[in-house]
């Protein structure tokens, strides 16, 4: 059975750090691409960051650019996300997910961590 | 950046209906178009991908179609358990979109 489960959000205050983990198994990590979405609060969903199945590309939306890196270690089965520089715009539920295809929809999905942004 | 009108925000209907939830997309996407169901508190679930499969295990009531740059979700026969919040979402380039979310609630 595939799972996905993150770990690592909490209460940061802005301009701070935080890392997000997120463990999977059930399945051959190192053959998908992974994928990173969030969620604020009663909103809708919003695409984070990609990072390819051997970890050589990446890609992110304009917004988390320069402040949040995506990486993985496909020895450990465990995707990241680093964010810097936290703002209050970034508080939201953070899901890994698993890209289908080539780079393609999210077919399996963790059960999210809440990050909340705050002073 | 593709942009996904998503409509309605939000409907109501009764068991047994058919309801269809209807994404717009700003540009050409293909058929690179997939479809979640939420229920609150919980991750999102795939539903359809390529605008039209229908992902293992989810009920033959559930289907997607394609019109030019309009893409739709159909429901039929509607049962409780279809109560949720619906999401499409644009894959065929970066940066990846989600529609804004289609809150259906049965009367």
């Known amino acids: 059975e595939v799972q996905l489960v993150e770990s690592g959000g909490g209460l940061v205050q802005p301009g701070r750090s935080m890392k997000l983990s997120c463990a999977a198994s059930?399945?051959?990590?190192?053959?998908?691409?992974m994928a990173w979405v969030c969620q604020a609060p009663k909103k809708g969903l919003e695409w984070v960051a990609t990072?390819?199945?051997?970890?050589?590309?990446?890609y992110y939306r304009d917004s988390v650019k320069g402040r949040f890196t995506i990486s993985r270690d496909n020895a450990k089965s465990t995707l990241y996300l680093q964010m810097d520089s936290l703002r209050s715009e970034d508080t939201a539920t953070y899901y890994c997910?698993?890209?289908?295809?080539?780079?393609?929809?999210?077919?399996?999905w963790g059960q999210g961590t809440l990050v909340t942004v705050s002073s | 950046d593709i942009q996904m009108t998503q409509s309605p925000s939000s409907m109501s209907a009764s068991l047994g209906d058919t309801v269809t939830i209807t994404c717009l997309a700003s540009q050409d996407i293909g058929n690179y178009l997939s479809w979640y169901q939420q229920k609150p508190g919980k991750s999102p679930k795939l539903m359809i991908y390529g605008a039209t499969n229908l992902e293992d295990g989810v009920p033959s009531r559930f289907s997607g179609s394609r019109s030019g740059s309009d893409y739709s979700l159909t429901i039929n026969s509607l049962g409780y358990d279809d109560e949720g919040i619906y999401h499409c979402?644009?894959?065929?380039?970066?940066?990846?979109?989600f529609g804004a979310g289609t809150k259906l609630e049965l009367k």
């Open positions: 997910a698993r890209h289908e295809g080539e780079l393609g929809w999210f077919a399996y």
């Open positions: 979402h644009q894959y065929y380039e970066y940066p990846y979109t």
């Open positions: 059930g399945f051959t990590f190192n053959n998908y691409d």
């Open positions: 990072i390819s199945y051997d970890g050589s590309s990446t």
